[in-house]
Nanobody, 115 residues
Framework: QVQLVESGGGLVQAGGSLRLSCAAS????????MGWYRQAPGKERELVAT???????IYATSARGRFTISRDNAKNTVYLQMNSLKPEDAAVYYC?????????WGQGTQVTVSS
């Protein structure tokens, strides 16, 4: 059974940084794309960034230039470095493992940004 566990969320002042981690277990991690998504209260879940097996990345416009997604296949972990955080970045952040047949989600980690 695939399990994804996010960590690294918390409270930060506007302009600050956080680094989120998502550790995967239950299957080989390296062949699959991974993604970070977020959901703020009253809003739909939205893409933040994705990374392919070979390190190719896609960012939401809101994240580009401030956030960096990376992965360590040896550790089965994907990261999201978030810099210059804004109050509008506050949300629950989820990681997703994307296979051909299924998508797997973590439980989420809360990011709160104070102005």
């Amino acid at each position: 059974q695939v399990q994804l566990v996010e960590s690294g969320g918390g409270l930060v002042q506007a302009g600050g940084s956080l680094r989120l981690s998502c550790a995967a277990s239950g299957r080989t991690f390296s062949p699959y794309a991974m993604g970070w998504y977020r959901q703020a209260p009253g809003k739909e879940r939205e893409l933040v960034a994705t990374i392919t097996t070979f390190g190719g990345t896609i960012y939401a416009t809101s994240a580009r230039g401030r956030f960096t997604i990376s992965r360590d296949n040896a550790k089965n972990t994907v990261y999201l470095q978030m810099n210059s955080l804004k109050p509008e970045d506050a949300a629950v952040y989820y990681c997703k493992l994307e296979t051909a047949n299924n998508d797997y989600w973590g439980q989420g980690t809360q990011v709160t940004v104070s102005s």
